[in-house]
């Protein structure tokens, strides 16, 4: 389509810094406020650039529309404006920020989402040593609290969910809302989460291939606050033993996925004397590395059911923004019990929780439990 013939109406355009246009130079730069229409416009007028030249209205218009044969190829189009390299020094683009500014910006949020990554990346690093978080703080890894590993330890629930793998018997446990993992071993419960808990504070600043030394009856009355008996120092030796033979596979890399890796909880242990040894699996590091969950020992320990200490470990690793299924949070804990004897337990632990001030207020409704917790318990240490 060929130009629209244009002509120019009785203006005067100055060229100059904004102090000398009494306004914005962007405003009277815009050329397009004096073009108009010929068939619009009956009245002549002349065109005044910067002096007071008469142009003859028969000649061919000043300002050439974009695409017109006339206009060169290489000529700047509405990203610079027709002035082209010719802009004053003090006059800024109409469209924005130059691609030059644009590629900082770019970079800048580059350089910020890359030092973010590297700063989750050495939280994922795998740990040395058993980091110290205080004298009763341990963090442990919050996939494995929000999962039935410490949980009911229902054999009929995990016979249940059992699977033949390579000739032994692997359980398919949920942790979370989407994750899963898989177990193998016996049905663990909350003496065992306690009992490992308890160790690895008395390991604290130590590698994970040192040996550890206790007494197990001291142990078992001043750490754990169980009676001081016999039968205590039994139902350590039986709980150690099902720990030995604990193993956990999963992905344990949150930034970057890996293969399921297959970790343990207790190398090995052994009696002399009077005193007992033992050696923890070195890649149970790969369950005290990225984001943890930090366990006050003592508030563990005080709580008397083991629906009501697992509660406490799962509401510690978790934000309970929203409701909770109870028959999702069963299937979390791991038991066959009926769903409403299930919610009876569940009302009863939770008053514990209130009453001791590890949370700040429940409700209940059909189906649903909502927790409201502190987001700092009363009474922290640390």
Same mark, same amino acid.
């Given at each position: 389509?060929?130009?629209? $013939? ?22 009277n730069l815009d050329i397009r406020d004096f073009c108009a229409d010929r068939e619009s416009t009956n009245a002549p007028g002349v ?19 974009? *695409?017109? #044969?006339?206009?060169?190829?290489? =000529?700047?189009?509405?990203? @610079?404006?027709?002035?082209?390299? #010719?802009?004053?020094? $003090? ?10 500014? +644009? ?5 800048? %949020? ?10 989750? @990346?050495?939280?994922?690093?795998? &740990? /040395?040593?058993?980091?110290? !978080?205080? &004298? ?6 919050? !996939? ?10 229902? /054999? $009929? ?7 033949? =793998? !390579? ?15 898989? +177990? ?6 909350? /003496? ?11 390991? %604290? ?47 344990? $890399? @949150?930034?970057?996925? @890996? ?29 005290? %590395? ?7 020992? &003592? ?33 979390? +804990? *791991? ?8 919610? %009876? ?17 429940? !409700?209940?409704?059909? *189906? ?5 917790? +502190?987001?700092? &318990? ?5």
């Amino acid at each position: 389509m060929a130009p629209r $013939n244009l002509e120019m109406r009785h203006e005067k355009i100055l060229i100059g810094p904004d102090d000398e246009l009494g306004g914005d130079a962007e405003d009277n730069l815009d050329i397009r406020d004096f073009c108009a229409d010929r068939e619009s416009t009956n009245a002549p007028g002349v065109a005044h650039v910067g002096l007071d030249l008469d142009l003859d209205l028969d000649e061919p218009p000043l300002w050439p529309e974009v *695409g017109d #044969s006339r206009l060169p190829a290489t =000529a700047p189009l509405a990203a @610079e404006g027709l002035f082209g390299s #010719s802009l004053p020094p $003090n006059v800024e683009p109409l469209h924005g920020p130059k691609r030059s500014q +644009y590629g900082q910006l770019k970079r800048g %949020r580059h350089l910020a989402s890359r030092k973010k990554f590297r700063a989750a @990346e050495r939280l994922e690093q795998v &740990p /040395d040593v058993i980091e110290d !978080h205080g &004298p009763n703080v341990i963090g442990f890894s919050p !996939h494995l609290l929000r999962s039935p590993i410490f949980g009911s330890g229902d /054999d $009929n629930w995990h016979a249940k969910h059992q699977n033949i =793998a !390579h000739g032994s018997k692997t359980t398919t446990m949920p942790c979370g809302r989407r994750d899963s993992l898989s +177990y193998c071993g016996p049905p663990l419960n909350s /003496d065992h989460g306690l009992v490992l808990f308890a160790l690895l504070l008395l390991a %604290r600043r130590s590698e994970f291939t040192a040996r550890i030394r206790f007494r197990p009856r001291k142990f078992a009355h001043e750490v754990l606050g169980w009676a001081d008996s016999k039968h205590s120092v039994g139902r350590l030796a039986k709980t150690l033993r099902q720990l030995a033979t604990a193993r956990i596979t999963r992905d344990w $890399n @949150e930034i970057r996925h @890996e293969r399921p890796l297959t970790i343990g909880l207790i190398s090995s242990y052994w009696q002399e004397g009077a005193d007992v040894y033992l050696v923890f699996d070195p890649k149970l590091a790969h369950a005290l %590395r990225g984001h943890l969950t930090f366990i006050q020992l &003592p508030r563990l320990r005080r709580l008397s059911t083991n629906l009501s200490r697992w509660l406490y470990l799962f509401i510690c690793a978790s934000d309970c923004k929203e409701w909770l299924l109870l028959t999702h949070l069963r299937e979390l +804990y *791991g038991t066959t019990q009926p769903l409403s004897v299930f919610g %009876r337990q569940t009302r009863t632990a939770l008053e514990q929780l209130k009453q001791q001030g590890l949370i700040q207020e429940f !409700h209940t409704r059909r *189906g649903a439990v909502g927790i409201t917790k +502190y987001r700092k &318990p009363v009474g922290t240490d640390s």
